[in-house]
């Protein structure tokens, strides 16, 4: 079964810090892998996404994610971190296999959601 | 490009009573999933319509349903509410994977659905 495991429930970094929010998945074939983030009362907004070629992914607001096959991983990156960047973070997996209608292709599995605090 | 919107931004019902959400999905998109998000968790797949049939599900009852329209946009049905059902619940729309750039889903602002 497909899974997403986020371990840190929070995330505490100061302003102009590196920040890192970690991700790891299961699928049984290839990845599709996205990083969302989403602000008190609000829908998710898409970050970027992991779909083939090159690792390390750069995505909207300065962000970038590794992608880590060894290690089953896909964690979320940004060199100088925000005070507007606090808010919830979650990762998705969905599996690359053939779409077939009917299937289970079509959605993402979530993780739990890291909370980020970015501190002036 | 419009995006994705949802109605109403939040309801209160009552246990037993039924429920619909609304959900126009994002300009060009063919494909919408609905997800309910509980407090503290991510969100969990319900279902996905695509040229208004449902095209796979989500581990919930058959209480939950939905209809697509030819406009692509989405109705959630939910009967029955139960005091757990009471969350957020999104709306996303995409292209049908398989189509270049088809991967990602666009979500709605979310309707907040308080069950007591």
């Known amino acids: 079964a497909q899974s997403v495991a986020q371990p840190e429930d929070q995330v505490n970094v100061a302003e102009g810090n590196p920040l890192t929010v970690k991700c790891t998945y299961s699928?049984?074939?290839?990845?599709?892998l996205f990083w969302y983030v989403q602000y008190p009362n609000r829908g998710l907004q898409f970050l970027l996404k992991?779909?083939?070629?090159?690792?390390l992914v750069k995505g909207s607001y300065g962000f970038e994610a590794e992608f880590n096959k060894s290690q089953t991983s896909f964690h979320l990156k940004k060199p100088s971190a925000l005070v507007s960047d606090s808010a919830l973070y979650f990762c998705?997996?969905?599996?690359?296999?053939?779409?077939?209608?009917?299937?289970?292709?079509?959605?993402?599995?979530f993780g739990k959601g890291t909370k980020l605090s970015v501190k002036p | 490009e419009t995006g994705v919107t949802q109605s109403p931004t939040h309801l209160i019902k009552t246990r037993g009573q039924q429920v619909t959400l609304r959900c126009s999905s994002q300009?060009?998109?063919?494909?919408v999933s609905w997800y309910q998000q509980a407090l503290g968790q991510g969100p969990q797949f319900i279902f996905q319509?695509?040229?208004?049939?449902?095209?796979g599900r989500g581990n919930f009852p058959p209480r939950f349903s939905g209809l697509q329209f030819p406009n692509y946009s989405s109705e959630l049905n939910v009967n029955a509410l139960e005091l757990d059902d009471s969350a957020l619940y999104l709306c996303?729309?995409?292209?049908?994977?398989?189509?270049?750039?088809?991967?990602?889903?666009?979500f709605g602002p979310g309707t907040r659905l308080t069950v007591t």
């Open positions: 996303a729309s995409s292209l049908i994977p398989g189509l270049a750039g088809a991967y990602e889903q666009y």
């Open positions: 300009s060009g998109h063919n494909t």
């Open positions: 992991y779909i083939t070629g090159d690792n």
């Open positions: 319509y695509y040229r208004e049939e449902e095209n």
């Open positions: 998705a997996v969905r599996d690359s296999g053939a779409y077939t209608r009917g299937g289970s292709q079509g959605n993402l599995i």
């Open positions: 699928v049984s074939g290839n990845p599709y």
